[in-house]
Every structure is written in structure tokens, then in C-alpha cells.
């Protein structure tokens, strides 16, 4: 049996379950076997319901005395509540909006449940299980006690329930045989690694706890081993056959160019800028990434940077996700580097065919020593005639792909500094820029004012709102925030659209009103933004597709709806499109949650502006999963390490790529696993 065969012509799934299941992302018998358990379930005793107590877990068997489903509240909730028994005493279980279960349970099914013990208010029973964490119907030949152990918990669907996953999965064990060993035998003898089946076996079918542990780091360590050592080929590959741009050191033009800022560059600045002259003064290309708070700076050093290049006879390309955002840096650009004779040009999806041809032309001629747009960069048509460094602002936005796309140009290859405003904790700076140096730059220009952020319920909004009118008649501009593009019967919120018919109606009647969502074509999108940065619109009704990409000096307010939806990263995000002009501004989040870690988040909003601390913060409250997936713009999923715990596991994997990737080891193992598993995400090192 072969890893990367089909999934469909495994014994016991055939074509019709085999479309569920790559429905769920397992295509193949790898995906399968790489299904880890999302949690674990210790049912290696029952209790009988005469000895529950309120308050702990417990694993109880029993069959169904009484079956009633009613609906409630304002969405037609449905109910589904159950009497059980076991003989010694009652149980009411409660399962909400789950219509399938009523037609697989019926009086006399036998179910085996795990959960937390409760009080039956207003039930027939003495108590009930809340909080439900493993539930399974018993057939007619399986006991209660045959389910009893260390039980995996899988993501499962209404078709493909827990019982199915863990029978494939088992048979699976069972008739694989050997699996084919990756890591190479003395890195895994070195970090103690138990042997590959093993803990594939011990991963799914525990017998305690210390098997669990073992078989995750095993697993884990392999996961990230692999996508660095896949990151570093791609490091090594992309400058393969390929000599780097060495740019002398500072000449006439650069320190004409220094000298003539509005202002001295912060410590921070500084550190960053020595390191990126000594790399791009070095004959090994620069690959760096500086990440830096919004407002801290970062565009001043792209330009310096870029200035180098230009003096050194070469060109510069910065790329910008969005056009909004790419205009603003075309004519700040402009404004400062074309009075000593350096030539800026612009390129984007807006321009015509005959405007983007003359671009092409004093590209590839070398009329232009400084072009600076949009993805329209790394379209077929494009070429530079000496391209000596690439920057992209807002990495996160750019996958791999279009990073290296970029990079390709000319017989020589570019230098590369990429910029993020996004601060990203160490432990995902190694896993998602495995191929980057990384700066910081912490400290803030002096002068700049700190956004004041307050919390407050949703009875204020007629004296929030009337607060924000006051400011736009007093000549500023304002964001309201929303979750939701439009109303959803299962999220009862307000929506962008709702709200801004709401403002633009009522309150802010004859106030210029603007509404942007990412349902909105592109050129939509880019004309009501236009419209907000030129001063036309005054009240901007958005959902987050504002967090990257806008830079309005005059909008001094924004009032977040419903903040508890957002993770703290993107109201700091959010946040940051306030604040950059010479007016006091305010962040309002506007929250009716009542739960404690809600309310923790919000206030950690309000007491700290570092978007550092509150991206640990929200790594940590969040969990990677979510986290992870925005940022990884990519790279693959994760599927049983953690960012947030393993950064030792990490390390350690780290240093083990880096020994496979500078010794002589056989590297056909790392590649075909490389091919099976991340094929579609390193198809880049694969082909070369």
C-alpha cells in the first residue's frame, strides 16, 4: 500500500465515501493516516449516574427512557433533549440544532456520553451533561466497556461519524506494513525520535498519556524538519546558478538623498538600515524582512534602500498589494527623489494597453530606475534591464510564488527586502519566513500621537455616533467597522450594509457616506477607497478589507462594531488606519459581550498600543490555528505542530534542516516526501 495512492481504492471507502472525504481534504491514503485526533477522550472507567457529581466529567452509559424536540427563541432554535438511564439513575441530555441525531436516536437506542455534570433545572432528571465532548450511539454487538480507553476524537462529519474514522484508521495500522523513515537515522537517534510507524500507531490508538506525548513530538518535529528543510531548498535553489547584485557603499547621491529628510532616523531605524547596507554590500543576495509597528517607519528605509540600488546603476521594483496603496508610495516617492534626477514609474491593472506598453518599454530600455505598483509587476511583459532589488510591502500578502516570480528578473538576482506591519511572534517568524532574516523596528518617530482606544457597550452609539458627526463637522474623516457584509440568519449582527444604510439614512443624512466590502469588484473597491483618501467621502462604512492599504492623515475616529468578533492583531490592523495625521485620534470598539476572556481581549486593547505584545497576546488567547492560517499566505497547514508550544521542537527542527541541508545526506528522502505531502505549495523546487 502505497502513501500517495487514492483514498477511493482503499478497502472499505469506494467512490461515494471517497467524495466525502476529499470534501474534507483527505484525497489521499497519507491524508488519512495524517488525520491526527483533534483531542482525546480518558474513558477508561465508567461512572454510574447514582455517583455523578455536579461539576466533573464523566463517562456514562445507558439507554433512552424519553425523546422530545421543541424549538425556541426568536430562530426557531431546535431542542433535542433525552432521558437516559442506567438503571442506578436519570441523565438529561441536551444536543441543540442538530436535526440528523432525531432521526438516528429513538427510545431504547443505547449511547455511550462523555461530559460535564450539571443540575437538571426545570428536567425530570436529578442531573444533566452539559458541555458534551464525546457522544457515540452503541450497536448491538459493542458494550460500553469496548469503548473504554483512550479514545481519539476526530473532526468528523453527520455522515462520517467517529466510529467510521476510527475503524479506517485502524485496519489502515494494521495492513500498511512498513512506513518509509524520513528523518535521517542519527538526527532522530540524536533528539530521541521514536520510529516512524510507532508513532503513527501511538498517535491514533494510545494506551496512556506518555504514548501520546511521544508520538506528538515525533510527528511534530517531522512536520516542521520538513518545511524548513523545503524552505531552505527554495533559499538555495532560487540563488542556484545565479550571481547577486554587490552594491558598493555609500556614495554622493545617498548622502544627498540622507541629508535631505525632515528627520533623523530613530535607533531603531538605524540598526536596521547598517544591516541592510552590510547585506546588500555582501556578494550573498539580501533576503530580510523588516517588521515594524504601523507609523514606525518602514517606507523610509524601502526608499533608502532603493535609492542604493539606483546608485549602483541598477533599478528598484517595490510591489504593493492594493493600488491605493501603491499610488500613495508612487507620489510620496516622487516628491522625494525626483528633484535629484531619479526616475519613478508606475504600473497597475488600471492603466491602458498603450499605458502599460510605454511602462514595459522604459522598463526593459531602463528609462525608469524606480517602478513601484501592484501584482501587474510580476505579469508576463515585464522586464527589467538590471534589476537590483525587489521590495513588497505587506508581506504577509504575497505568497511565495509571486515573491520569487518577482525575483527571477534579469541575469542577475535582485536583492529582496520584504515589509510587514503585521507583527508576528518568534515562533511563527521561523516557521513562515524559514528563508528570511528578520528586523525589528520597535520604536516609534517621536512626536506621533498614541491612539486613544476605549471600550464601550452598544446603549452609547447615539453618543458615540453623535461624537463622530461633531468631529466629521469639525473637518476629519471616520472608519465604522463592521463584521458582517450583510445580515446572516445564524449570526444575529449587524451587518456593513445594514449599518450603512442605517448612518447614511439617519444621523449622517447629507454627510457624503462610503461603503466598502471584498464582495465588491476590485475597481469598486478602488474607487469609493480613492474617493475617502481624497477627501470626497467623510464617513467610510467598511468590513476589514481596510486593514492593509490605506493612508488617510485627516481620519481621526473609528468605531469598531461588535469588537469582540475580531482578534486583537486585527483591530490593532484596524487601528492603525487612525493616527497618522496631526489630529488626536479615537478607536472605539463597541462590544456587548459578557465573557470574561472578551472582555480581557478588549481591555488589553485599551492598555497597550505595542501590536507585539498584542500578537503574543492573541497567539496565545486565539490558539495558531487561526493565527497561523493568516499569516502562512502560502506555505501548509499545519497538522500537529503548534507555533504557540513547540517553539523548542521547533528550534530543534531548525538546526536539524539546516545539518540535512549542509551535509551529504541523500536528499531523495526529503524531497519525495516534499512532493507528496507539500507538492502544490514548494512546486517551485520540485521543477527545478
Known amino acids: 500500500?502505497?502513501?500517495?495512492?487514492?483514498?477511493?481504492?482503499?478497502k472499505g471507502i469506494g467512490p461515494k465515501k471517497a467524495e466525502l472525504l476529499k470534501k474534507m481534504g483527505i484525497h489521499t491514503?497519507?491524508?488519512?493516516?495524517?488525520?491526527?485526533?483533534?483531542?482525546?477522550?480518558d474513558q477508561s472507567s465508567l461512572t454510574a449516574m447514582a455517583d455523578l457529581r455536579v461539576g466533573e466529567k464523566a463517562s456514562v452509559s445507558g439507554v433512552i427512557m424519553n425523546l422530545a424536540e421543541k424549538q425556541a427563541g426568536r430562530r426557531n432554535m431546535r431542542i433535542l433533549n433525552a432521558m437516559v438511564s442506567d438503571g442506578t439513575g436519570f441523565l438529561q441530555v441536551t444536543w441543540f440544532n442538530q436535526k440528523y441525531l432525531k432521526q438516528r436516536l429513538n427510545v431504547g437506542t443505547r449511547i455511550f456520553l462523555t461530559?460535564?455534570?450539571?443540575?437538571?433545572?426545570?428536567?425530570?432528571g436529578n442531573y444533566a451533561m452539559s458541555q458534551l465532548s464525546s457522544f457515540q450511539i452503541l450497536e448491538e454487538d459493542e458494550t460500553a466497556e469496548s469503548s473504554c480507553g483512550i479514545l481519539p476524537i476526530y473532526r468528523a462529519t453527520e455522515r462520517l461519524g467517529q466510529k467510521f474514522f476510527r475503524q479506517m484508521i485502524k485496519k489502515l495500522l494494521e495492513d500498511m506494513g512498513e512506513v518509509p523513515e524520513i528523518i535521517p537515522a542519527g538526527i532522530a537517534s540524536r533528539y530521541h525520535l521514536m520510529p516512524r510507524r510507532e508513532a503513527f500507531c501511538k498517535i491514533h490508538f494510545p494506551e496512556n498519556r506518555m504514548d501520546v506525548k511521544g508520538a506528538r513530538n515525533r510527528l511534530a518535529f517531522e512536520e516542521l524538519y520538513l518545511i524548513q528543510c523545503g524552505l531552505m531548498m527554495l533559499k538555495k535553489r532560487s540563488r542556484e546558478g545565479k550571481q547577486g547584485v554587490r552594491h558598493s557603499e555609500a556614495g554622493r547621491l545617498m548622502h544627498k538623498v540622507e541629508e535631505s529628510l525632515p528627520f533623523a532616523l530613530t535607533d531603531d531605524q538605524k540598526k536596521v538600515w547598517e544591516a541592510i547596507q552590510r547585506d546588500m554590500e555582501s556578494t550573498v543576495p539580501m533576503r530580510r524582512m523588516v517588521q515594524g509597528d504601523v507609523g514606525s517607519g518602514k517606507t523610509v528605509i524601502a526608499l533608502l534602500a532603493l535609492v542604493k540600488t539606483v546608485e549602483n546603476g541598477c533599478q528598484g521594483a517595490l510591489m504593493a498589494p492594493t493600488e491605493i496603496l501603491a499610488e500613495q508610495h508612487y507620489q510620496g516617492f516622487r516628491e522625494r527623489l525626483e528633484p535629484f534626477g531619479i526616475r519613478i514609474g508606475f504600473l497597475s491593472g488600471r492603466l491602458t494597453k498603450k499605458q502599460r506598453e510605454k511602462v514595459y518599454g522604459n522598463i526593459s530600455g531602463h528609462g525608469l530606475d524606480i517602478v513601484i505598483g501592484t501584482h501587474a509587476l510580476i505579469q508576463e511583459g515585464v522586464h527589467f534591464a538590471r534589476l537590483g532589488l525587489v521590495v513588497t510591502d505587506e508581506q504577509h500578502r504575497f505568497g511565495i510564488a509571486q515573491r520569487a516570480a518577482l525575483e527571477k528578473q534579469?541575469?542577475?538576482?535582485?536583492?529582496?527586502?520584504?515589509?510587514?506591519?503585521?507583527p508576528i511572534p518568534r515562533t511563527m517568524t521561523l516557521t513562515v519566513y524559514g528563508d528570511l532574516e528578520v528586523s525589528l523596528i520597535r520604536q516609534m518617530p517621536p512626536g506621533r500621537k498614541l491612539v486613544r482606544t476605549f471600550v464601550r457597550r452598544p446603549e452609547r452609539r447615539p453618543l458615540i455616533y453623535s461624537y463622530v458627526?461633531?468631529?466629521?463637522?469639525?473637518?476629519?474623516?471616520?472608519?465604522v467597522v463592521c463584521p458582517l457584509v450583510e445580515m446572516k440568519e445564524e449570526i444575529p449582527l449587524p451587518s456593513a450594509e445594514e449599518v450603512y444604510e442605517e448612518l447614511s439614512c439617519g444621523m449622517f443624512r447629507g454627510i457624503p457616506c462610503g461603503l466598502v466590502h471584498g464582495r465588491m469588484k476590485s475597481a469598486e473597491k478602488e474607487e469609493v477607497m480613492r474617493a475617502f483618501h481624497e477627501g470626497k467621502i467623510k464617513l467610510l462604512v467598511s468590513t476589514t478589507v481596510i486593514e492593509v492599504g490605506v493612508n488617510v492623515p485627516n481620519a481621526s475616529i473609528m468605531v469598531v462594531e461588535h469588537a469582540e468578533r475580531f482578534g486583537l492583531a486585527q483591530l490593532h490592523q484596524l487601528r492603525g488606519r487612525i493616527g497618522r495625521g496631526a489630529y488626536q485620534s479615537f478607536c472605539i470598539l463597541v462590544s456587548d459581550s459578557r465573557t470574561e476572556t472578551a472582555k480581557e481581549r478588549l481591555h488589553i486593547m485599551e492598555s497597550t498600543q505595542d501590536g507585539f505584545v498584542l500578537a503574543e497576546e492573541d497567539l496565545k488567547m486565539r490558539g495558531p490555528g487561526e493565527f497561523f492560517g493568516a499569516m502562512q499566505h502560502g506555505l501548509p497547514d499545519l497538522k500537529i505542530a503548534d507555533v504557540?508550544?513547540?517553539?523548542?521542537?521547533?528550534l530543534k527542527a531548525r538546526q536539524a534542516a539546516l545539518e540535512t541541508m549542509e551535509g551529504t545526506a541523500d536528499m531523495g528522502k526529503i524531497l519525495s516526501a516534499l512532493a507528496m505531502q507539500y507538492r502544490e505549495h514548494f512546486l517551485h523546487i520540485m521543477e527545478t
Open 1 to 10: 500500500m502505497k502513501l500517495e495512492e487514492d483514498i477511493q481504492y482503499l
Open 29 to 41: 491514503v497519507y491524508d488519512l493516516l495524517t488525520w491526527y485526533p483533534r483531542a482525546y477522550e
Open 115 to 124: 461530559g460535564k455534570v450539571s443540575y437538571a433545572y426545570g428536567g425530570q
Open 410 to 422: 534579469g541575469d542577475l538576482l535582485p536583492d529582496v527586502l520584504v515589509m510587514t506591519a503585521t
Open 469 to 479: 458627526l461633531k468631529q466629521i463637522r469639525e473637518g476629519r474623516q471616520a472608519y
Open 644 to 650: 504557540l508550544t513547540d517553539l523548542d521542537i521547533l
